[in-house]
């Protein structure tokens, strides 16, 4: 049996020194010490077998057997713990010297850069932003909105029909009809969306943005409208911007007026981009026709409003010097990626 032991203890003196994982360490630990029928803990069945003579000698040898592995299992075990721990240390480092890599962050669309800077300015002013439907009926679309039967507009021609009754928007307007029906004057909207013409060249798209606002109190006025938008100018295109009211005709206004802006390129000189005549046209807009508030079921007689429409894409278009509205449409990001905010 000493024999037996002397073995076990050269056997395991050898395996440990090539052990280097602690999950290899504690299998060897299992082996030897722990396991239920380890080399050791059988050793001490055997014992039972020994002489009475030989037991208590034998029992001191394989207790101090056990003391041995346990002590020297031990000191591996912290070594092989540390080994790995620097292992880990040195495979985590980071050079923090390394140049990083490049990300590429997107730019906002110049449609979007331009609607959110005019939500930005007319949040100032009290306006909320409602967004309403892309698919309108007759209803909202042209007769609430005081469009005759026979106007060129409701033309199959130029409006996308879906059938008799429904169709694409053709403009931003079905949204006066949509607040004025659901909310409780005075208040102050912006409609901002996508609109559809049946209409395709350099400056047309038969998809495009417009953004309607719509403002309703008692006593509103032309002079309202037209101090906001002289600010709106201003904010929009430069401090010394001015308005230019010219009569014109909508069926949902009256009076109606287009809206030209002194030309932010030559201050008013005349150049390309308003072909020489200093102004550039850009918005529709008048007091809301008493007709439109009927027949939405508000008393005309208590309240006005004024209206207005403008087209995102063209102003995107007019501050950029894009003139080709396809390029804001080709997804091009080279193109697209120009324009900051
Ligand atoms: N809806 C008109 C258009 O698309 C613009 C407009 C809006 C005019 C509101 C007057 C008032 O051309």
Not at 101 to 109: E, I, N, S, V, Y
Not at 285 to 298: A, D, P, Q, Y
Request: charged share 30%; hydrophobic share 35%; net charge neutral.
């Amino acid at each position: 049996m000493e024999n037996k032991i002397a073995d076990i203890k050269e056997r395991l003196k050898k395996e440990l020194a090539e052990i280097k994982t602690s999950r290899l360490l504690y299998e060897l630990k299992v082996k030897y010490v722990i396991g239920k029928t380890g080399e050791i803990p059988s050793l001490m069945k055997e014992l039972g077998k020994a002489s009475k003579e030989d037991r208590p000698k034998l029992g001191q040898i394989i207790n101090g057997l056990k003391d041995w592995a346990n002590q020297t299992i031990a000191e591996r075990e912290a070594y092989i713990a540390e080994m790995e721990k620097k292992a880990r240390y040195e495979a985590e480092t980071i050079d923090i010297t390394r140049p990083s890599k490049r990300t590429k962050t997107g730019t906002l669309h110049p449609v979007t850069i331009v609607k959110n800077q005019l939500v930005d300015i007319f949040a100032g002013m009290g306006f909320s932003v409602v967004e309403t439907r892309e698919i309108e009926d007759d209803f909202h679309n042209f007769t609430a909105l005081n469009t005759p039967e026979e106007h060129p507009a409701r033309d199959k021609q130029d409006t996308f029909y879906i059938n008799d009754d429904l169709m694409l928007r053709t403009h931003t307007s079905p949204g006066q009809i949509h607040s004025l029906k659901t909310l409780k004057p005075p208040f102050k909207v912006l409609v901002p969306g996508r609109v559809y013409r049946s209409d395709d060249d350099a400056t047309h798209s038969p998809m495009f943005h417009q953004m309607e606002g719509l403002a309703i109190d008692e006593k509103i006025t032309m002079c309202d409208l037209q101090g906001m938008l002289d600010v709106l100018v201003k904010k929009m295109f430069s401090s010394s911007a001015k308005t230019r009211f010219r009569p014109s005709f909508f069926p949902f206004t009256e009076p109606s007026v287009e809206v030209d802006v002194s030309c932010f390129e030559c201050g008013g000189k005349g150049c390309k981009l308003c072909k020489g005549t200093g102004w550039i046209e850009i918005l529709g807009g008048g007091i809301v026709n008493r007709k439109v508030l009927e027949n939405c079921g508000v008393d005309p007689e208590k309240y006005t409003g004024f209206a207005f429409g403008l087209g995102l894409d063209r102003i995107a278009m007019l501050k950029n010097g894009i003139n080709n509205i396809h390029v804001l449409y080709e997804d091009d990001a080279r193109a697209l990626g120009q324009f900051k905010d």
